[in-house]
């Protein structure tokens, strides 16, 4: 079965949201200018930030996995209240259920996208980058491909999954 990613942004544009947040956030803590930030659109990409690009490449690196740092942190944040009465008390309302939707749609967004990993290809190819940057960068690209590809089979879905049920059902079974 498949859906077309743009219902599949529709439904979960609260996660769209945070991720071109997320890439706003890594742009203001390195005081890189931002010229437009579109939050969600319907269409493709359902968000996007233009910037400046940074004077440093491992710059252009985090503000391109910032995504995967906030929204898998927000995502377990926000199911995290809901994760007790939904998954053991069996003792849930309306809003407990909203909370893990919150939660798994914030995460499902996580992965920096393939423009991200473009972003991060062109500068790290560049011959004045240093050994390091490349290092780290070159399996970034490749991750962040996989990535994509597995989107194809709902990893990101999985992945959403995971940080919202998983993590909080772990941090309950480790606190009880």
């Known amino acids: 079965m498949l859906i077309p990613g743009i219902a ?3 439904a979960t544009c609260p996660g769209v949201i ?6 706003q956030l890594f ?3 390195f005081k890189i ?4 930030v579109v939050y969600f659109q319907v269409g493709n990409p359902a968000g996007f930030v233009l910037h400046e690009i940074p004077p440093y490449k491992w ?3 985090l503000i ?12 377990a944040l926000v199911a995290l209240p809901a994760a007790i009465p939904v998954f053991t008390l069996n003792n849930a309302n309306f ?3 909203v909370l893990i939707y919150l939660g798994v749609s914030i995460a499902m967004h996580a992965f920096p996208s393939t423009g991200d990993a473009a972003e991060i290809w062109k500068e790290i190819k560049k011959d004045d980058t240093k050994l390091l940057t490349k290092l780290a960068g070159y399996p970034l690209v490749g991750l962040i491909y996989l990535g994509s590809l597995g989107s194809m089979i709902w990893l990101d879905l999985v992945y959403g999954l995971a940080v ?3 993590i909080p059902n772990l941090i309950i079974q480790w606190l009880a």
């Open 27 to 29: 742009c203001r803590l």
């Open 164 to 166: 919202a049920v998983g």
């Open 33 to 36: 200018p931002v010229f437009q």
């Open 8 to 10: 599949i942004s529709i």
């Open 59 to 61: 710059q252009t690196i």
């Open 95 to 97: 809003l407990h259920y």
């Open 64 to 75: 391109a996995v910032g995504p995967f740092l906030v929204n898998t942190l927000l995502g």
């Open 18 to 23: 945070v991720h071109e947040l997320a890439h």
